[in-house]
């Protein structure tokens, strides 16, 4: 009996045995065998092709660019004439009686202003209509520079490019102005007087020079008015000092 549990036992040993030994040897899964991740898979570089060339054409140069334009009224005058500083030098005084602004609204004195600018800034066509001025009481047409109600330097004198009386004769005006007009506006500065009323400082340092830059070329009159920094005033003999019309110069079309 001994012997035959002992057999019993000892083969019921070597079955476990075996089964385990059976079970190890047993491939594993597939799934249950972890493995690295994948490295994920990296999208080829693409390239876009090179924009189309721009079509340029340097003869655009000498069409019209830029547009502005003023609506000329007593009203945008800085004071009434009879508000001149004594100071104020004889050529810059009235010479025959003045109307308010009031009065000269009511009479119907207005303009209307226009600049065209070249795109390459080689030079600006100004067209200007006037009504209820009689122009020979006409006596001095400027673009000035400065900011609304200011009494700015003088950029340009219209009567270095034009005669100013036989152009304005029909109380339509047109010039055009290059840069040589903005410089003959300053070299004809006579004076301390002559320094501060012509020329248009340009805000930034220069390389050629020390002294404070005035504008001199069609490109810098543009960013003038670019910035809002221009007016036309026409003036009268009985509104010589302040002006009988003024109007700020803005983009065509921007009120």
Known sequence: MSLFLCAVLLGGCDSRAEARTSAESQPTPAAAVATPAAAPATAAPTTSPAPASPALDPSRGAEIGAVYEAF???HQEGDEEENTPASTPKQFRS????????EREAAGHRGHGQLRFSNDFSRVFIDVKIEGIDPKTINMFHIHCGKPGILGPILVDFS???DLQSNIADSMFSVEIRNEHLTKTVEHAHGLVGAFTTGCIIP???LGAIAPTKV???AGMAQLARDGELYFNLHTTGQTYFGDIRGQIHPAGAH
């Not at 010479?95 to 009031?102: D, K, L, V």
């Open 95 to 102: 010479t025959t009686p003045s109307q308010s602004r009031a």
């Open 204 to 206: 930034s340092p220069s």
């Open 72 to 74: 000329m009224t007593p």
């Open 160 to 162: 270095h490019a034009t």
């Open 216 to 218: 001199s070329t069609v």
